[in-house]
């Protein structure tokens, strides 16, 4: 596995483990993140060691506190524009891997540390978690899709509240929100994610990665996601996985997926 500046990684039974190490910054994203995020993302897609991913932050505060403001500087009004599109580049890369990616957010996930949240495929909080987007307490707004995924993932009144409130949302009313998926406890966060993606290594690559793709198709104002389905759902009967599933169920057996 590639070394990276800011992140650190461990691989066990498939699944890499992504911490972004900056405790000091309360693991703000700076353009070495956003680097190393975005060689990540190209590494794992390309590694067949790898069948899943967890993201999450180093130290006991924070996923990451949001982007790293000591950059933003001067910045002309292209720019903030060139800040931006590399941001949504990269967390697009993200949310459109074909490899399971789970966020395990730590402690304060605010701003550009958010955006990363919900770029990936879905998200826990540990119980101490907080959750926010305060860019207009700075006279900016999100950059980096915050806008957009908040309100697909929670809804648009919900999401313009707290888009311009700048408040900040603790873990269980995340969960209300839908926002997460799970509330743990700190100590059982880790260990929450590994026995999730413990089961869904078990399923077929392809199949997942198909499934990933059509539902990601719902905003995508270019394509018509039931259109999606059913190529999607037409490929798999060309796979060695959809054969073998098949013939598993029909034995009675577990199925061996080999990811063809």
């Known amino acids: 596995m590639q070394q990276y500046q800011t992140l650190f990684t461990e691989l066990t039974n498939g699944i890499l483990t992504v911490t972004i ?14 680097t190393d995020l975005d060689n990540l993302v190209n590494n794992i897609t390309n590694d ?8 999450t932050g180093a130290g006991s505060k924070a996923f990451v506190a949001g982007a790293d403001i000591t950059e933003f500087g001067n910045l002309s009004i292209e720019e903030g524009k060139q800040l931006a599109k590399r941001g949504q580049d990269i967390f697009n890369k993200i949310e459109n891997c074909a490899k399971p990616i789970i966020a395990c957010v ?3 996930a605010l701003g550009g540390g958010c955006e990363l949240a ?5 998200r826990i909080a540990a119980d101490n978690a907080k959750f926010g987007q305060p860019e207009v307490n700075l006279g900016l ?25 700048a408040n900040m949302i603790d873990a269980n009313t995340a969960l209300q929100y839908g926002l997460v998926n799970y509330v743990v406890p700190q100590a059982e966060l880790l260990q929450k994610a590994i026995s999730i993606l413990e089961n869904i290594n078990t399923k077929a690559p392809l199949a997942i990665a198909a ?3 059509a539902a990601n198709t719902v905003w995508d104002e270019s394509k018509n996601g039931f259109n999606e389905e059913i190529a999607l759902f037409g490929n798999c009967f060309g796979t060695e ?3 073998e ?7 009675k057996r577990k199925a061996n997926f080999i990811g063809k």
């Open 211 to 213: 499934c990933i793709k």
């Open 118 to 122: 919900m770029a990936c495929h879905f």
């Open 106 to 108: 730590n402690g304060f």
């Open 241 to 243: 996985d959809m054969k």
């Open 48 to 55: 067949n060691t790898v069948k899943s991913v967890i993201i």
């Open 245 to 251: 599933g098949s013939a598993a169920f029909l034995e």
């Open 21 to 34: 190490n900056r405790p000091d910054k309360l693991n703000a994203l700076n353009k070495d993140v956003f």
């Open 141 to 165: 707004i999100p950059g980096y899709g915050g806008t957009q995924r908040l309100a697909q993932l929670i809804g648009k009144g919900r999401a313009i509240e707290l888009l311009i409130s």
